[in-house]
Every structure is written in structure tokens, then in C-alpha cells.
């Protein structure tokens, strides 16, 4: 009776770990386990071919088999690995309830889709984002998309704005561990990110202001670290913002005088609009190149004049008011009453 | 009624004597068989002594009686005489001044207002972009400036000019008058006050308009040459610019299309500014004193003529 336990015992544990994903793993597992294991290129470079299991068992894909995502592979020991499509899973109305959306449309119509598409070996495909076998939830500080760690992921590619952006004020908030404020995908988007100069991208010039304003409106969240929220409102009434609203693109917006990558608040010398560079920010190439250290320096650049701190401008627009509406009022008293007379004076002819 | 036929039959009564008295001497005169050259002479004679009497008849009525009663004693079928109130010059200042208007609304309004549809259409769509627009609008400001700088010119420079620039002067009359304008329009006295050549009202639209050029034209100038200001200047060139902008064109729209174009007694346009010309019957309900003054200058300039001539024929 013992004995026969024992050997049920056996045959389901055997069974259970004839399970082929485990089998899988496993086998791979005979040669990707080494360490030193690698292909040697003709040109004498070496590529690594060690996997970590433990990278995949914290991943996503942790319950994923090999052979799920490198189809490709049916014999051991294999030649080329194809380069994965993620599109196997991902996409809509999958079975296995991998996650899907707009992302494939957009990412082929992005700046770095239409890059692939085109041909270009550099550009970047899913895996230079999220990882290929390391694909961390976005949650885990180890991700490639933690907040923290999206610049660095987009700095890989595009190092010298990275090294721009970690100077600049949003780039020390998301260091100084600030959740609120913004990392590359906050302003360029993440799948569906345009060339600049195209205007549905979200940093273009004629989409910018709006961009900004998701945290530098009325609504946004700056205003938790006292910086004013009327910025974007202020902006739209100035000329460059009524030139922006009429379809101008060479009127300034946002970034044409606080830079793009290189954001950094007035008091720091660096700043553009530091009061010792305004003169420099206003006259440049395109803008008002004539214009005199006055025009520029020390003074409101965003005006409300609803507001009291605009000083001279608030009254200026109070007094018109108040102007306009009197006239009206006399003007439309008066209409009335010659009208009234006239209406009197006729009726009494008759 | 009664007492004007009265009056008018004196005065045809008159007339008949008169001329009974000039066929009289005539009749003497041809008994002894005149030459040609003494019909001539008669012929002459006769048509001064009739000059002389209608406008020493003319200048009595004028005098003596009132404004009214002289209209009343003229023939109906009269063909009403138009005087000029607006000279070419002038005339021309005014077409320059609302072309270049029209283009500086339709072009600047909608930078004030560019969050609505409207606005969008007529720089964007019309216009062709802001660049546009803005080129456009400063073709309007030259021709601004140009009706603000000839207009400084023919005040100072034309004798019209000067004369009109002192009558538009606001003086305690026009307080009076709109006193009486408002106690006309309470109902409280029958007729409304009596208006010189500029009344109160045209008086405010001409200063409104020269405060309005002022403006305009400063902080216009201020925007177009932003560069060589502080800042504050542009900011502050460009909150009266458009608030200022604003009251204009309302004042234009409102006030002034009702004076000139809705109101009944024009509608839908008073010409005035195309021929300058008001009939009789416009500068006597208008601008009576005006008219009676013209009338008076010209009854006595016809006396000094026929008084001279009758001093030279002695």
C-alpha cells in the first residue's frame, strides 16, 4: 500500500512536471543558463546569450514559455533567432488577455514607427522601449518604465537631450522624486509621439500651449507648488497667443522663450527667461531682433489685466470699461428717446 | 393762416403800386418818342428800381419779421435752394477716413475677439493668415494717419477749416441745448433748441472722433515700433489700442449709423457725404441759426451791392 502511494505520488508529480512550459523553459535553460555562452560574429564581436531566469520570472511575461514568443524555434539546438513580433499577442480580441489598444496604429504612424517602416535599422521597435526579456510592470522601480526611469530610457537613443533635460527643472523634479512633474512621454505622448513640426504632435507649435497647459492651466497640478496657474490663460490673450489661436507658426509659444528641453524657472541664471537673458530670448534670429535691452528686461511678460498685479494695465482696462459702458448707456438713452419723439411727433401729425 | 394772406395781400398791393408807379414814368417817358438808346436806358432803369425794391422788401422781411413767416410769404411751388455744408476738401477727408476705418475693424476685431468662429473666418479664411491681416491693417493705419495729418493741415491751413475748428468748440450754448433736448424729448417743451452749424451732437462725434484718432494713432504707433519701447509701453499701447478700438467702433456703429443711416428721417443713408449739400428745408429744421445768418449776410450783401451802385450812378 505504501509502495503504491509512493508510485501514484510519482506518476503525478511527473505528470505535473511534464508540464511543457516548465519542459520548455527548462531545455532552454540547458545551454541559455551558462553564463559564458555566446555567438561570436565574424567581425569578432561577441554577443551574450546568457538569460537570466530570474529577469523573467519578475517580468510580465513570467507565466510566457520561450517558444511563445520565439515561435520561430521548433528544435534544439537552433540557428537565427527572428527578432520577436509582439503583434503575435498583442492584439485585439487576443485570446490569452495580453493587453491591447490603439498602440500598434499609433506607434505606425509615429515619428519611430514610420522610421522602422522607411527602413531605418536605428530606430527604435518595442523591445528598445519596454525591454525585451526584462518587460517589468511600470509599477516596479526596476521597469524601463517607472516614471523615474523613462527619461534615461529615451536618453538611450536621444543622449544629448537627456543630458539637456536631467539639468532642466522638470528633470531635477523627477529626479528629487516629484510624481507630478514631467517626464519625456508627459509632453511628446508615448506610442503616437509626431515630429515636432508636425502640427498633431502634441509639442508642436501649434498644439504646445495646450500641451503645457494640462499642468500649467487653471486645472493643472502646479498649482500645488505655487506656480501660477494663468500662464496659458495669459498667453492665449497676448499677441503671440491670438497670432497661435489665427493659425500662425512663427508667433511664440511656450517653448520659443522657455526653451523645450531646457526649462528652467526665471531665478536661475540659466534660465532663458532669467531677467539678464530675456533681452537675448526676445531679440532672437526671427523674432525681434531689433529690439532694445528695454523692450525686454524687467518687466511683466505675462499680462492679465483682469488682474490687480498688472498694475497700470489693470486700471487702463477698468477705465474703459467703465468708459464704454457709460457712452453706451448715453448713446443708447439717447437713441431711444429721439425715436420715442419722433414716434410722439408723428402720431400727433396724423 | 388769416393773417399771412393779410400780409401777402399788402404786399402784392405794394408791388402793384409800384409798378404802376414804373409804367407811369414810362409812359412819360415814351410820349416824347424815344431813340432806341433811351428804351435802353428805361429798360435799364426799371430793372434796378425792382432789384433795389424786392431786396429792400426782402432784407425788411428778414429783419423785421420772423425767419418763418418769410417761407410762408414765398410761393410753395419754389424750387428748394441747397446750401453747402461740406466742402470737397472736407468731403474728401471723410471718404479717406471711413475707407481706412472699415479696414481697421474688419482687420482688428478679430484679434480682439479670436476665440470666436467669425473671427477665425475673416483672418484665416478671408484674409489669408495673420500676416496678412496684419499687413492690412497697417495699410488702414497709414491712411489713418494721413486723414489725421491732413486734417491738422486744413484746420490750420483753410479759412472753412479754421472757421469750423472755432465752431466746434464746446461753449455754454451746447449745455443749454441739451438741457432743451431732453426737455424736448420729456415732452416738455414743444420744440427742441435751436442749432448752429455744429450742434451738441456733432460736436461730441467730432471730439470722440479726434480723441479716438489720438489713441488709436499713439498707441498704434507705440505697437508698430515696439522694439524701441519698454515693454510696458507695448502692454500698455496695446490694452487701449484694442479697449479703446472697441468703444470706437461701437460709437461708429451705433452712434453714428443712427445719426446718418437709420435714423427715419435718413434711412438708409443721408448723402450728405457724397455731395455735401443740405436742402433749405434740412438747414432750417437743423441748423436754424445757421441759416438765418446766411440769409442775413446774403439780404444785406444784396443791399451794399444795389447801394453802391446806386451811390455810383449819381
Redesign the interface.
Known sequence: MRQLCIIITSIFVILLFSNSDIQALEKCQICHSKKEIHKAEETGRKIPLFIDESIIARSVHNDKDCTDCHADINEIPHTIVKKVNCRRCHYSGNPVGAPDGQMYDQYEHSVHGLAVIAGNKDAPVCQDCHGDHDVYSHKTIESKFYWQNIPKTCGTCHIEIYAIYRESTHGRAVADGIKDAPTCTDCHGEHNIKRHDNDESRVSSFRISETCTECHGTQGVVNKYNIKTDRAATF?HS?H???K????K??ANCASCHDYHDIRGEDDPKSSVHPDNIPKTCGKEGC?P???A???SG???H?N?KSEE?G??YY??KG??V??VL??IG??AF?I??????A?NARAKR | MSEKKKNLDKRASYIKGLSDNIVGSAVDIVKVKPTTQQIDELTKEVTERLQYESSSLLNESVTKLHPDSLSEMLPEEKVERNFERFGKNFRYQHMLMFVSIIILIITGMPLKFPEFDLSKFIVIDLLGGLSNSTFIHRIGAVGLIIVGIWHVIYTIGSKVGRRDFFLMVPNLKDAADFMGTMRYYIGKSKHGPKFDRFSFIEKFDYWAVYWGMVIMIGSGAIMWYKELFPKYFYDIGREMHSDEGLLATLSIVIWHFYNVHFNPEVFPMSWTWWHGQLTESEMKHHHPLEYEAIIKKESQEIIEQSDSKKAGDK
Do not use: N, W
Request: proline letters at 2%; a neutral charge.
Open positions: 492665449e499677441f497667443g491670438v497670432g489661436q489665427m493659425g500662425s512663427t508667433v525681434h531689433g529690439a532694445s528695454e523692450f525686454s518687466q511683466q511678460i499680462i489685466p498688472s497700470i494695465i487702463i482696462s474703459f470699461l468708459l464704454t457712452v453706451l448713446l443708447f437713441i428717446m429721439d425715436l420715442v419723439r419722433r410722439k
